[in-house]
């Protein structure tokens, strides 16, 4: 079984953050992942990093198809 849960590290002891359901005196195999958010490669830090910095089109909400893929934009083919 897999169960991922949050918890903190005090020096000697993991601390869990998440409710445990698991029976006493049970072997675990612990895998460890920091949660730096200043060093943090997850997408959602990256974003939080980048948020109000990065300068984009106006339209790129509506028109994203045409920065990504190459598409005509959708303003475009409404002129005739």
Not at 8 to 17: A, K, N
Not at 37 to 44: G, I, N, V
Not at 51 to 70: A, F, M, N
């Amino acid at each position: 079984m897999i169960k991922t849960i949050r918890a903190h590290y005090t020096g000697s002891v993991f601390e869990p953050l998440d409710k445990i359901d698991l029976k006493d005196g049970i072997d675990v195999t612990l895998s460890i992942i920091t949660e730096d958010p200043e060093k943090s490669d997850d997408l959602w830090a990256v974003l939080d990093k980048y948020t109000g910095i990065i300068k984009g089109p106006s339209d790129w909400s509506s028109e994203h198809d045409h920065y990504i893929h190459g598409t005509p934009k959708k303003g475009d083919l409404n002129k005739e």
